[in-house]
């Protein structure tokens, strides 16, 4: 019998540690010493046993699935390699306005619904800009509203809404962004960004740098 992440789990290896998403219940989690060496040797396709692989089951981050050899990692985007916020240094406060509005929007939108609602929601859009796909417009007038709206309400510990209403902003515009999920340990910490292939919109290669992503839409 084979075994795959159950739907909504994602994870990444920080250190010596697995670091696990689950989406549906908006949680980050990991798992005890021998747990964490059970889900390696699955990784590494070792055979374990019975017992081992049960309680994985039993714990919510397995599903048994005929003829599935191991989980896999989820798609990641490239490692950041340039920031346009170099390129937007100069915003002012006057050009924020409409970005704030998108960032407060997505604020309502994520305490009407779950992470995981807003999640699949940025993917279909995605997916129907990706079917229609043109010429996508200029992204560093965005990176500059955004930077703008930042100084009007600091995106300190808003990563996430931020993150959101940039991605949303940028597939408008006939971009495919990735809105990447990160994490890291002692202390624990989570972040999110966007990515256009390798060169991040609205944040900053030094801080995105501290963080594993474990999960990419």
């Known amino acids: 019998m084979g075994y795959m992440l159950r739907p909504g789990i994602s994870f990444c290896r920080v250190g ?10 908006d949680r980050y989690f990991a798992l005890a010493d021998i747990a964490d060496r059970v889900f390696a040797a699955l990784l590494a396709g070792d055979q374990i046993g019975d017992d081992d692989a049960g309680r994985l089951v039993a714990q919510g981050l397995l599903v048994e699935t005929p003829g599935a050899e191991r989980p896999l990692p989820t798609r990641l985007p490239s490692a950041p390699a340039s920031s346009l916020l170099d390129l937007a240094a100069a915003a002012s406060r006057g050009g924020g306005t409409a970005a704030l509005a998108r960032r407060l929007l997505v604020a309502a939108e994520l305490r009407a619904t779950s992470l995981a609602g807003a999640l699949s929601r940025l993917a279909l859009r995605k997916e129907r800009q990706a079917r229609n796909a043109g010429a996508a417009a200029d992204p560093l007038p965005v990176a500059r509203a955004f930077a703008a709206a930042a100084l009007i309400v600091p995106a300190r ?49 030094d801080v995105v740098r501290n963080f594993t992503p474990i999960l990419s839409v």
């Open 16 to 25: 010596d540690r697995f670091l696990f998403l689950d989406l549906g219940r």
């Open 157 to 205: 510990d808003r990563c996430l809404t931020t993150s959101l209403a940039l991605a949303h902003r940028l597939i408008s515009l006939g971009h495919a962004p990735d809105l990447v999920l990160g994490v890291k340990l002692r202390p624990f910490q989570a972040h999110c960004w966007v990515q256009l292939g390798a060169v991040l919109p609205g944040d900053r290669v």
